[in-house]
Each structure stands twice: as structure tokens, then as C-alpha cells.
């Protein structure tokens, strides 16, 4: 993908029916575009019409790409949530995660499973 298009994709924020049909793209593929309308005509109950207009509207998005009917994933799903919580931390938080995760905790109490893992990711973090 070009500078432009990962910019683009850094950014795209996904309304609820956008995520529902980029979730299938990324359970499935690389899927055959025929095969993703049939799919979500089961699935979503759209038209093959409002399918190739969400397709295209994803892929200038940056996320998607649609080759010789064949749909592949240009940022994998867990990119997207990766892009999507840092921006969020930005956005609301100053890009502190600190103070994201003092505001997290202030509601919901870690459990002793969830302390370890970060301590994990922590360590992880200070040796690479």
C-alpha cells in the first residue's frame, strides 16, 4: 500500500454496518466477490448493489482491495483495533496511556490474570 493509503487507513473510523461487512472480509478472506454478496445477502440481508458499494467505499478507504474479483485484506483486523485504540488514547487522553489506564481502572477492577498480562506486555516492552 502507498503512504497515502496507509495515512488513509490510519484514520478511517468504521460505522456499525461498515465493521459488521469488514469483519466478514476479514473471517474469510481472500473471498470472491460474488461469493461476499451472497453472503451478505444471507448475512446482512443487502442487495448485491449496496455489497459493491460498501466494497468500494472500504477499498478507497484503504482497507480492502478488490483484484480480479478476488477481495483480500490491505490492514488486518487486528491493525484496524490496534490504529483504532491509539487514536482513541490520543483523541481522549492525550496519547497518555497512563491516564487511560487510571481512568479505565477508576470503574473496573483489574483482575489478577489481566495485572499479569500487562506486567507482561510491560516487561516485553522495556526488553525490545
Not at 31 to 40: A, M, Y
Not at 55 to 69: A, D, P, S, T, Y
Request: aromatic share 8%.
Amino acid at each position: 500500500m502507498d503512504q497515502n493509503g496507509k495515512k488513509k487507513a490510519e484514520t478511517c473510523r468504521l460505522g456499525n454496518m461498515e465493521l459488521q461487512f469488514a469483519k466478514i472480509i476479514w473471517e474469510l478472506e481472500p473471498i470472491p466477490s460474488g461469493e461476499l454478496v451472497k453472503l451478505c445477502r444471507e448475512r446482512l440481508r443487502w442487495h448485491k448493489s449496496t455489497t459493491y458499494t460498501m466494497l468500494r467505499r472500504l477499498c478507497e478507504k484503504g482497507l480492502f482491495v478488490n483484484q480480479e474479483g478476488a477481495v483480500t485484506a490491505l490492514v488486518r483486523e487486528e491493525e484496524y483495533q490496534a490504529m483504532q485504540s491509539e487514536q482513541f488514547v490520543e483523541e481522549t487522553f492525550g496519547g497518555s496511556l497512563p491516564l487511560f489506564l487510571a481512568a479505565f481502572t477508576r470503574r473496573k477492577k483489574l483482575s489478577s490474570r489481566e495485572i499479569q498480562e500487562l506486567e507482561q506486555m510491560i516487561q516485553k516492552s522495556r526488553e525490545g
